[in-house]
């Protein structure tokens, strides 16, 4: 994990499966490599990135997938886990392909996150949401 931020607070990371940062609007966005396949120690890099851009607080988090991303089975099992929501508020993915829309159906409706979860297929879309769930 690489620090790319010249400012003191921690705004984006550099992992082995893409980088995470946060985006003038507040959101927390997970850009995924093309071609990866999300492991469990891609998810732990994940979260100790977000841990450590969040520093304590919740955000909307915002993952875009490459077009051939995909996620392991044992990340997909044990993606409901709290330490995964530790710094979220509502989880929006932006999916590309029909293996994707598949794995999102599959989290969404059968894992069951705790926080609230859509998916798209455009960013803007996505970010919209996002907005929605918190308007003050």
Not at 1 to 23: A, D, P, Q, W
Not at 85 to 90: G, N, V
Request: charged share 25%.
């Amino acid at each position: 994990m690489s620090v790319n931020s010249s400012n003191t607070r921690t705004t984006e990371l550099s992992i082995k499966c893409g980088k995470v940062f946060l985006r003038p609007d507040n959101i927390l966005c997970i850009d995924l490599k093309e071609d990866h396949v999300v492991e469990m120690t891609d998810q732990d890099d994940i979260n100790a990135a977000i841990g450590k851009i969040a520093n304590g607080n919740k955000y909307l988090i915002l993952t875009i997938g490459g077009k051939y991303t995909s996620f392991s089975q044992e990340v997909i099992e044990n993606s409901a886990a709290p330490q995964n929501f530790k710094h979220t508020l509502a989880d929006a993915f932006v999916i590309n392909s029909t293996h994707q829309r598949l794995l999102a159906n599959f989290y969404v409706k059968v894992v069951k996150p705790p926080v609230p979860t859509r998916y798209f297929e455009k960013q803007e879309e996505a970010i919209k949401w996002l907005h929605s769930l918190f308007k003050k």
